[in-house]
């Protein structure tokens, strides 16, 4: 089985599976730009509404911090005060994003070691409090899946697996007969 995992700060925000047709594939980076487009825009929506879209609303700033972040940054929002952390997770080209593309492994996040700290927030419950940037709602999720899923319905056709197939035909029928299937396949029963 293909398993398909985000980790976020060693915490899994998303673990699916495919079934074992994914096995064979060699290489996914075909869809990872894909993949990337909609996670640089997932972590840009969630700045935009400081935390709202992935769930939860990020922790507002203490009275006093706030008073010297406008002093010393006015108008900036909350986790943007230099723009180096939302450049990490939503520019691909970012000098201090992480993008790491392999033939089963896709890697995205910052070198950033602050945006860790705001991630999970301090251990002792004191400063910083936890502003999670990366959460992966359920539509992006279930988006990411379809993009693995059809990237896999495309190899199979260029593979002749899929090959005009009605449904509720049954498969041996639209490759042959279940004898050819075997011998095709390389299976001896």
Avoid: C
Avoid at 54 to 65: I, R, T
């Amino acid at each position: 089985m293909f398993r398909f995992r985000f980790e976020v700060a060693g915490e899994v925000a998303m673990d699916r599976g495919i079934a074992r047709f994914a096995d064979g594939i060699a290489d996914y980076r075909p869809i990872w730009s894909v993949i990337e487009a909609d996670f640089y825009a997932q972590m840009l929506r969630q700045f935009q509404t400081e935390g709202m879209a992935g769930g939860d609303k990020w922790v507002p700033l203490s009275a006093e911090y706030a008073g010297w972040k406008e002093t010393h940054y006015p108008g900036k929002p909350i986790l943007q005060r230099t723009g180096d952390l939302i450049d990490s997770l939503t520019n691909p080209n970012s000098p201090n994003g992480v993008r790491i593309e392999e033939r089963k492994t896709l890697t995205l996040g910052s070198t950033l070691p602050y945006a860790l700290y705001h991630q999970t927030g301090s251990k002792d419950g004191g400063h910083p409090p936890k502003r999670p940037e990366v959460q992966l709602t359920e539509a992006f999720k279930r988006t990411t899946m379809a993009h693995v899923q059809g990237y896999l319905v495309q190899i199979a056709t260029q593979s002749g697996f899929r090959t005009g197939r009605t449904p509720g035909t049954p498969f041996a029928t639209a490759a042959g007969s279940g004898a050819d299937f075997r011998r095709a396949m390389g299976v001896g029963w």
